[in-house]
């Protein structure tokens, strides 16, 4: 097996000390920071991804996959960063103001990071204002936004409608999710997506930054 079949490995079944090993050894052997992200990292997380919409994982396995692949990035990120790896995007994401919940919100963001974005993390409870903020100051092509309560669901269009106040909402994409969110409240706030879970949050994402 390859050091690349290793940590690919490793990722899918969430073995974070199989995952550090295996990435140490990779670089040992002069492969590219790249390329263990784009085949180990990038690979697995598509096939974690694959494997929750075939019921075959669910978001237990998940979150270990994504921890596994989180502990891979720690040691890669010194060595992309010098050798000036490009990103997938950049994603600015929390749970809106009003709702503490963040086990779906930090999955997502695990995710995405495993698909190669840059995730700025704002937390939970985050008010409109910060969104805001975070764009001004990060400039990032996406903005996602949780919501797990029925209740906070309105602080995503009093975000939306704060992006468009401060002049910052034509400069980046708007996706939603969450268990209550659905399409047609996306659509109904101007979101430019919808996301019912992770794996398709990241899909979405892949496609409004292509847009973008």
Do not use: C, W
């Not at 929750?52 to 979150?63: G, K, Q, T």
């Not at 996406?142 to 209740?151: V, Y």
Request: negative net charge.
């Amino acid at each position: 097996m390859s050091e690349i079949e290793a940590i690919y490995r490793a990722v899918v079944e969430g073995n974070v000390t199989g995952t550090k090993s295996g990435v140490g050894a990779a670089l040992a052997a002069g492969i590219s920071a790249e390329r263990v992200l784009k085949e180990g990292l990038i690979g697995a997380m598509g096939e974690v991804g694959r494997l929750f919409e075939a019921n075959e994982f669910f978001v237990p396995e998940m979150l270990v996959s994504a921890r596994a692949m989180q502990a891979a990035l720690t040691l890669l990120k010194p060595y992309l960063a010098e050798a000036g790896a490009s990103s997938a995007g950049r994603v600015a994401i929390g749970t809106v103001k009003g709702d503490l919940h963040d086990i779906g919100k930090n999955l997502v963001a695990m995710m995405l990071e495993g698909a190669g974005f840059e995730v700025i993390d704002l937390g939970t409870d985050v008010s409109p204002e910060r969104f805001v903020a975070a764009v001004q100051q990060h400039h990032p092509q996406i903005i996602g936004m949780s919501a797990l309560l029925t209740t906070t669901m309105p602080a995503m269009a009093a975000t939306t409608a704060a992006l468009r106040e401060a002049g910052v909402r034509e400069g980046v994409k708007v996706m939603v999710g969450g268990a209550p969110v659905t399409e047609e409240y996306a659509r109904t706030i101007g979101a430019d997506g919808f996301a019912r879970d992770a794996a398709s949050a990241v899909r979405l994402a892949r496609s409004l930054a292509e847009t973008h």
